[in-house]
């Protein structure tokens, strides 16, 4: 999110548990500057490979609650990030296989939360899904948000998924009518499915 009109919007209509906020230069989604409006629910600084002053420095600028990690940082960059902004930390954990699964234990202790999204070339944002059976073998103790191409099609079947670490979902490329802008119907009505009840 970096509008300040689309922000209110999808804060109104939609009233997410969370809201991020991209902060590296070489994405389409980069926020280049505090939007003149910033939302009442708690706030995620994405990061990649950045360093601990400038996230530190957008921290306060932003006020987030959140520092979500999607590059190679280590373990012991989160355990950093954590003591030193008092945010909470999910690291980003790319998957297209079981095997990718066992790099998720070494942030134990490190990090608050997971994110699983698709492996690909690029850093997030393909609008891809991996298979969520992976899941299955899914043994660390972390908690996770599930990411990877979910789209508005998809709320059904989020509805029924189940698994005792999953405690939400990430929605970003596939509700936008451009980069960084939401679609407010597309995001509350996808929402309020996975709540199960209806618009206000």
Not at 12 to 41: H, T
Not at 79 to 86: A, D, H, N, T, V
Not at 142 to 170: M, T, V, Y
Not at 171 to 200: L, Q, W, Y
């Amino acid at each position: 999110m970096r509008d300040a009109d689309n922000i209110r919007a999808v804060e109104e209509l939609a009233k997410p548990d969370l809201m991020g906020f991209i902060c590296w230069e070489r994405s389409p989604r980069n926020v280049a500057q505090v939007p003149a409006y910033l939302p009442r629910c708690p706030r995620v600084g994405v990061f990649v490979n950045a360093s601990l002053y400038f996230i530190l420095k957008q921290t306060e600028a932003f006020q987030f609650s959140y520092i979500q990690l999607h590059g190679s940082e280590s373990p012991q960059f989160c355990k950093e990030i954590r003591e030193q902004s008092g945010c909470k930390v999910i690291k980003a954990v790319s998957i297209s296989s079981a095997e990718d699964l066992a790099s998720a234990s070494r942030y134990e202790g490190f990090a608050d939360l997971l994110l699983f999204d698709t492996k690909c070339t690029t850093v997030g944002g393909s609008g891809r899904k991996f298979s969520w059976d992976i899941l299955d073998s899914y043994r660390s103790g972390l908690p996770f948000l599930l990411s990877g191409g979910i789209g508005p099609e998809d709320a059904g079947l989020l509805r029924q998924f189940r698994h005792p670490l999953c405690i939400g979902f990430d929605i970003n490329s596939c509700f936008e009518v451009a980069p960084g802008i939401k679609d407010t119907d597309k995001t509350s009505t996808f929402i309020n499915t996975i709540r199960g009840h209806e618009p206000n």
